[in-house]
C-alpha cells in the first residue's frame, strides 16, 4: 500500500516551491499527497524564521503533532525549511513530537532520513550547499490552480541585511541552469498552465556562467544575466503570462525595466522591497542603496513603463530608527504611491548582523505605532491606486472562483491586482443568442430563438480564460469588472 504525505508551506513563495520538489521526491519513493494532516502517515511541515511570529506559529503547529499521534501511532513527522536549518538538532530536543529534520539544500537525502526514522530513529540533515539548485527535479504541483505556478531560478542569499536570517538559513546565493528553468516552463505550458513567478531572493543578482567578480566561467558558453534570462523565457513561452520576484533595488537594471516592457507577457509588477525612507536606517540595514538611489529606480520603472504597478516591504522600527525616519517612510510611501505593500514590525533574529551589533531599542509600543501610521498610509495609496484604474479596460487571466461568491470567478491583471468578474457573462449570452438567432433564419426556421439552444449561449468564464475586463468600481484590496470582450473563447470555438 502506498504512503501518503501531507505538506504544509510557511513563509515565503520560495517554502511553496520547495514544497513541490519535496513531493516529487517522495513520489518516487511512493508517497502520494494526503488531503489532510489527519489522513497521513507523514506531516512534513516547511517552515519560516523571518520573524519570531512566524516561527512561533509553527512551534503551536508543531505541539498539535501530538493530538494526532495519539491518533495514529504510525504517524511521522518532519520540519523542513528555513526553522530547520536555524534550530538544527535542539528541535529534536524541545519537541519530542519530531522525528526528522531537514534544511532547505538536504531534500535529496529524505529517502535515507525516512528509512531511518523508519526504524525508529531520529533523523536530521541540515548541510548546506553551494551547488545544490535541485535543476532536473520536475516538481509535483501541490494545491495548483492549473493555471499559475511557481518556478524556483536561484536559492539561498549573499546579502546580508543586517535584520535578516535568511542567508543563515538557505546559505549561499546559486543560480539554476537556465535550460531547465526553460525546460520547466515549457513543460508547464504543456500541462496547460497560463502564468509562471519565476523566484529567488535577489533575482536581479541571478547570473549563469559568470562569477560575481565578472569572470566567465565557460567561454563555450553563453553568459546569462537576468534579463537575459527573462527574455528567453518570454520568447520560449509566448503563451505564458510571466511574473518574477524579489527584486532589490540596489542591483534592478534597466536592462531588465526594458525587456520588461518589450514583451508583452511580462506582467507589468515589480516588487521593490524599499525596508526604510530613512537613507541612516537604510545604511543601518547594510542594504546597499539609499532613498535617493531608490527613488531613481521607481522613476526608472515609470520611465519604461508607466503602467507598472509597483509593491514593497517596510519594516517599522528597525534599531535606532528616529521619529524623523519614520516621517521619511511615510513620505517616500506618499512619493511613491505603492499599490501594494507587506508591512511588519521590526523583530530581532539571532544570528543576523543586527542581533550582534545593534540595541533592539524602539519600544514595542512604538513599532506598534509607526506600523499602524504606516499601514494606514498603504490603505490610502491603495485605494488611490485602485480607484485610478476603474474605467480602464483589463486583461485578465482567470484563476479561479471566488470565495465570496460562487456566482463570481477572481483573476488577476498585468499589475498583480485580483479582479472580481461575473461567472456567468450576460453579455455574451446575448451575442449568442443573436449569433442564433441569425442560424435560424439561415436554416429558414421563425421561431427564434429556439428553447434548446439557450443552454449552449451561457459563456461561463473558467481558470485559464483571459478576458478583457472593464473595471467598474474598485476597494483597496481588489476591483470588479465587466467582460468586455473574449479573448479566446472556448465555449464559441466549440
Ligand atoms: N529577499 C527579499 C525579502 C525576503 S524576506 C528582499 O530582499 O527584499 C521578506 C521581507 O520580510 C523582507 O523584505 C523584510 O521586509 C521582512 N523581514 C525580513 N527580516 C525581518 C525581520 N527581522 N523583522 C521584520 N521583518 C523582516
Ligand atoms: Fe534577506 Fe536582504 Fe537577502 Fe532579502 S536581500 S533575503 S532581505 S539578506
Ligand atoms: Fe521565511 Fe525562509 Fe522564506 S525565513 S521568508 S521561508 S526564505
Known amino acids: 500500500m502506498s504512503k501518503k504525505v501531507y505538506i504544509e508551506s510557511y513563509g515565503c513563495q520560495m517554502n511553496v516551491s520547495d514544497s513541490e520538489v519535496v513531493a516529487s521526491i ?140 535568511v542567508p543563515f538559513t538557505r546559505g549561499r546565493e546559486r543560480s539554476r541552469d537556465p535550460q531547465s528553468i526553460l525546460a520547466e516552463c515549457r513543460q508547464l505550458v504543456a500541462d496547460g498552465y497560463k502564468e509562471v513567478t519565476l523566484l529567488g531572493q535577489n533575482v536581479d543578482s541571478y547570473r549563469w556562467n559568470i562569477d560575481a567578480r565578472g569572470n566567465v566561467k565557460n567561454p563555450g558558453e553563453p553568459v546569462t544575466d537576468f534579463a537575459d534570462l527573462l527574455e528567453m523565457t518570454a520568447t520560449t513561452c509566448p503563451e505564458l503570462r510571466i511574473r518574477y520576484s524579489t527584486s532589490h533595488p540596489k542591483d534592478m537594471t534597466d536592462k531588465v525595466l526594458e525587456v520588461m516592457a518589450r514583451h508583452e507577457n511580462i506582467c507589468k509588477y515589480i516588487h521593490l522591497p524599499v525596508q526604510s525612507g530613512s537613507s541612516a536606517v537604510l545604511k543601518h540595514m547594510n542594504r546597499g542603496y539609499d532613498r535617493e538611489w531608490y527613488l531613481e529606480r521607481i522613476a526608472a520603472i515609470r520611465r519604461y513603463m508607466p503602467d507598472c504597478a509597483i509593491s514593497t516591504d517596510i519594516i517599522a522600527g528597525f534599531c535606532g530608527e528616529t521619529e524623523a525616519d519614520h516621517r521619511d517612510t511615510l513620505d517616500l510611501m506618499a512619493q511613491v504611491g505603492y499599490d501594494m505593500a507587506f508591512m511588519f514590525k521590526y523583530s530581532e533574529r539571532p544570528k543576523t548582523l543586527a542581533a550582534r551589533k545593534l540595541p533592539d531599542d524602539v519600544p514595542e509600543e512604538v513599532k506598534g505605532r509607526r506600523l499602524a501610521e504606516i499601514i494606514e498610509a498603504q490603505k490610502t495609496n491603495s485605494a488611490k491606486r485602485m480607484a485610478g484604474y476603474v474605467g480602464q479596460v483589463h486583461e485578465v487571466l482567470v484563476e479561479g472562483v471566488s470565495k465570496r461568491s460562487a456566482e463570481f470567478m477572481y483573476g488577476r491583471n498585468t499589475q498583480n491586482s485580483v479582479v472580481i468578474v461575473p461567472r456567468y457573462s450576460t453579455q455574451f449570452v446575448v451575442r449568442r443568442a443573436q449569433a442564433a438567432m441569425e442560424d435560424c433564419h439561415r436554416a429558414g426556421s421563425r421561431s427564434f430563438p429556439p428553447t434548446n439552444h439557450e443552454p449552449r449561449t451561457i459563456q461561463e468564464w473558467r481558470p485559464g480564460d483571459l478576458i478583457q475586463v472593464r473595471i467598474t468600481s474598485a476597494t483597496a484590496g481588489s476591483l470588479q469588472g465587466e467582460p468586455v470582450a473574449p479573448v479566446n473563447e472556448p465555449a464559441m470555438q466549440a
Open 26 to 165: 517522495l513520489a518516487k519513493q511512493g508517497y502520494q499527497a494526503a488531503a489532510s494532516a489527519e489522513e497521513a502517515d507523514l506531516v512534513l511541515l516547511n517552515t519560516c524564521s523571518v520573524r519570531e511570529k512566524a516561527e512561533y506559529t509553527v512551534l503551536q503547529r508543531i505541539n498539535e503533532m501530538n493530538r494526532l499521534k495519539a491518533g495514529n501511532k504510525e504517524l511521522k513527522v518532519g520540519v523542513l525549511g528555513c526553522m530547520a536549518e536555524r534550530m538544527k538538532e535542539q528541535l529534536l530536543v524541545e519537541k519530542k513530537v519530531v522525528d526528522l529534520v531537514v534544511g532547505p539544500d538536504a531534500y535529496r537525502s529524505l529517502p535515507q532520513l525516512l528509512d531511518e526514522v523508519g526504524s525508529g530513529q531520529k533523523a536530521v540533515n541540515v548541510l548546506l550547499s553551494r551547488e545544490e539548485t535541485y535543476g532536473e527535479i520536475v516538481p509535483v504541483r501541490l494545491n495548483s490552480n492549473g493555471v499559475t505556478a511557481f518556478v524556483t531560478i536561484m536559492r539561498g542569499c549573499d546579502n546580508m541585511c543586517a535584520f535578516c536570517v
